[in-house]
């Protein structure tokens, strides 16, 4: 069995990643550059529902922080913020 890590879970087909890459290489950087930030707002967005949805009496700065250590790691978010209360 292959290592998780060099398994790939893929389904898009080779046809698609072709037209995929294609429109990739088209591209400008700054629109590459835009795509990039556009996908990491979506992803923070998704992150934090799922954050409010765990923690529904959580204030809009305590789910900040929530996300904040949790982008970051334990270890680099208490360096940066100190300790949540909430654990």
């Known amino acids: 069995m292959e290592p998780q890590s060099n398994r790939r879970t893929d389904d898009t087909t ?10 990739y290489r088209r591209m400008s950087e700054a629109e590459k550059l835009k795509l ?21 009496d959580a204030g809009e700065e305590e789910i900040a922080r929530l996300w904040a250590r949790q982008h970051l790691g334990a ?3 208490d360096e940066a913020y100190g300790a949540l209360s909430c654990e």
């Open 14 to 23: 080779p046809e698609v990643r072709n037209v995929q890459c294609e429109l």
């Open 36 to 56: 990039v930030f556009e996908t990491y707002r979506a992803g923070k967005r998704l992150a934090m529902t799922g954050l409010r949805m765990r923690h529904p």
């Open 75 to 77: 270890e680099l978010f």
